[in-house]
Nanobody
Framework: VQLQASGGGLVQAGGSLRLSCAAS????????MGWYRQAPGKQRELVAA???????NYADSVKGRFTISGDNAKNTVYLQMNSLKPDDTAVYYC????????????WGKGTLVTVSS
């Protein structure tokens, strides 16, 4: 499974961005898709994830500001990020758990999100 992410960029604090990630490949079923992020000098952390059944999970730091959604027909996941803060600055990675795995086993290239104060 290949993951192609898009939508990163530079935004002022309080602004919004929408990330997209499309999965492609042959004969696969996706169980979970999600977004992780890694800020300079910090470990990669889960931002949000969504299951094929629509269940979601968010990091406490983004609850109420970020919304993850998915389009199963298009194998695409979106991350709507509102009320962005400088602390949200990071490289955001799309990930997916597919086949028989329910842990992330595919990763996309990161997309940089920079929030200026």
């Amino acid at each position: 499974v290949q993951l192609q992410a898009s939508g990163g960029g530079l935004v002022q604090a309080g602004g919004s961005l929408r990330l997209s990630c499309a999965a492609s490949g042959r004969d696969f079923s996706i169980n979970v898709m999600g977004w992780y992020r890694q800020a300079p000098g910090k470990q990669r952390e889960l931002v949000a994830a969504i299951t094929s059944g629509g269940g979601t999970n968010y990091a406490d730091s983004v609850k109420g500001r970020f919304t993850i959604s998915g389009d199963n027909a298009k194998n695409t996941v979106y991350l709507q990020m509102n009320s962005l803060k400088p602390d949200d600055t990071a490289v955001y990675y799309c990930s997916a758990a597919w086949g028989s795995s329910w842990t992330m086993n595919s990763w996309g290239k990161g997309t940089l999100v920079t929030v200026s104060s």
